[in-house]
């Protein structure tokens, strides 16, 4: 089973062709590309982005959502609902103080207030939003952002 | 001033490192990928690093005992227990130093007289022999072969050995060759220097990174062992701490008694940032160091394959981060082939001659480095290769 070091390798370079990953992992070309299908087809892997800093371009926000759960399905169907609005970037239900918890982006500051006012807070089954904007991001997906990389590394040692 | 005369005439006449020179011709080059460096690409895990921090924050500058302080002695202790399945008394036979070669250099001072001679396997270490030279003593090598996957044969050890004999050095898995020494050897080895009254001075640094599905032995964990070898370990390879420069030496404690006298006065202790770090490492670096060794291993199996695909011999090493391919077949010396591949094609490895005469016909190529950097260099050296064979093929 190479699907866990797949996994790695397309979670560290998700741009590594089925070539490369073969010659690392020590196998066929054949066995990444059906093993790649399979996980996609599994629905784990999602899709393959690029991670892109845009500290500097548009807002972002992460909006605690705390909403009523419906009988049969509990947050499901609201939080599907919320999760299919072109500004929402990721979504989840989580345990604690809140329920929901929606990140956001927008061209500008407007653009998430408007998005919260007008079809966030006014939709059946939400209580309260309560919204945090992101000032400077210095991790994501794993990646550090912004540390200058170390380049003293000397070039031959014992 | 008359420096023939106001120099130390041991210490100028001891040769120049064979990876001095080669780093020499590098550092002027620019855009090169190197397989050259004996280090690992990773850096300090992150807790280790803010172990580090966190004892200078709490003001933690000062001097430490010269034995090192005691809880590092004592985490030392349980690791070598749980590792290598030795015992040493926290309080007598363990001694924290500045790196496995500041460890060598005491015990080699504290164990030889002028005229004492250290046997030690060739390709090896390139500090093994000059540290000798420096006690008045004299190294000589044990040459090995890729007949015997470069691992010390104990025929050959037991007809090197002379009256004045008195110390072996181990290095296993080796660098340059990345070689292992199987059981069987090592018992055999064990045999001889209890018969010869040989003391054993074994460098495991890289015991961790083992790819061959063996569990690791040390020497000193064989029958009657303990009491005539000094274990030799360190944070650098396993723990990626090479910087912190960190090591210990476990062993009889007349000979820790003695090399505490030298390091008192010389050294005094390792800084104490790197003991508390040390610390953490040796507590909570275990999943870390997995992923590193498992990491390692992916790119030895590739590089391996990618050196016989392009016609450089290369037999599978079992330990550190080295592969050690045949240059062989191209008519060239190693140190032409690492001159011309590094004008060439800009890849920098070492020639095997940097670790003794019988590295001739190899090249240490070092893959602790990003696996894109590493494609791009086996590219670059597979285009070389099929260079050479042409020119030989036209001639």
Known sequence: MIQEALLKLLEEDARLSDRQIAARLGTSE????????????????????????????????????RCTPEQEGGFNRLAERI??????????????????????????LMGVAKFVTDKLSSMGGVLSTSTHFRLKTYKLNGLMFDVPSSSERISVAP | MDWNHTLSRQIAQLPRSGIREFFDLVIGSKGIISLGVGEPD??????????????????????????????????????VQDFFHVEYDPTCEILPTVGVSQAIDLALRCLLNPGDEVLYHEPGYVSYAPTVSMTYAHATPIQTSIDDLFALSPQKLEEAIS??????????PTNPTGSIAPLGTLKKIADICRK????????????????????????????????????????????????????????????????????SYTMICPSITSQEAGIEALK???????????????????????????????????????????????????????????????????????????GEGYL??????????LEQACDKMAHFCESLQSQQTCV
């Open chain 1, 83 to 108: 999760a299919r609005f072109d500004e929402v970037r990721s979504c989840f239900l989580m345990s604690g103080g809140y329920d929901l918890l929606v990140m956001v982006e927008a061209k500008d």
């Open chain 2, 42 to 79: 990773f850096v300090t895990p992150w807790h280790v690093r803010e172990a580090a921090i966190y004892s200078l924050e709490k003001g933690h500058t000062t001097y430490t005992s010269n034995y090192g302080l005691e809880s590092l002695r004592r985490a030392i202790s349980q690791y």
């Open chain 2, 284 to 358: 909570n670096g275990k999943p870390a160091m997995e992923e590193m060794r498992d990491s390692y291993h992916r790119r030895r199996d590739y590089i391996v394959k990618r050196f016989n695909e392009m016609g450089m011999d290369c037999h599978m090493p079992g330990g550190a981060f080295y592969t050690f391919p045949s240059v062989k077949r191209f008519g060239l010396s190693s140190r032409d082939f690492a001159l011309r591949l590094l004008k060439e094609q800009k890849v920098a490895a070492v020639p095997g001659t940097a670790f003794g005469s019988c």
């Open chain 2, 364 to 373: 240490r190529c070092c893959y602790a480095t990003g696996f894109n950097l």
């Open chain 1, 30 to 65: 054949e066995e990444v590309a059906s093993s790649r299908a399979e996980l996609e087809q599994q629905g784990r892997i999602v899709g393959y982005q690029t991670i892109v800093n845009d500290d500097s371009i548009g807002v972002a926000a992460f909006i605690e959502v």
């Open chain 2, 196 to 263: 010869h009254d040989i003391f054993v001075l074994t460098d495991e640094i890289y015991s961790e990174l083992r790819y061959d599905g063996e569990t690791h032995t040390s020497i000193a964990s064989l029958p009657g062992m303990k009491e005539r070898t000094l274990l030799l370990h360190g944070f650098s390879k396993a723990f990626a701490m090479t910087g912190m420069r960190l090591g210990y030496a476990c062993g009889p404690r007349e000979l820790i008694d003695l090399m505490v006298k030298i390091h």
């Open chain 2, 163 to 172: 009256p004045a004999t008195k110390v072996l050095m181990l290095n296993f």
